[in-house]
């Protein structure tokens, strides 16, 4: 079994793993929770290593 992935399998990997850490995902997932935000005032989106999604939100 090789080291390492094929270039084109690696390429896939790494856009999978954007696509389903990208903004727009994440702002889903958090609906999909129904975690309270407004996805206007989102600043800063991101998906923690443990798997829970972090946020920083203007406003009150």
Known sequence: MPDRLPPELGQQVEEDIRNKNSP??????????GV???????????????????FLETGD
Do not use: F
């Open 24 to 33: 727009e995902t994440l702002l889903r997932e958090l609906a999909k929770l």
């Open 36 to 54: 309270k935000h407004a996805p206007e005032n989102v600043v800063r989106i991101a998906r923690k290593r443990s798997g829970g999604i972090v």
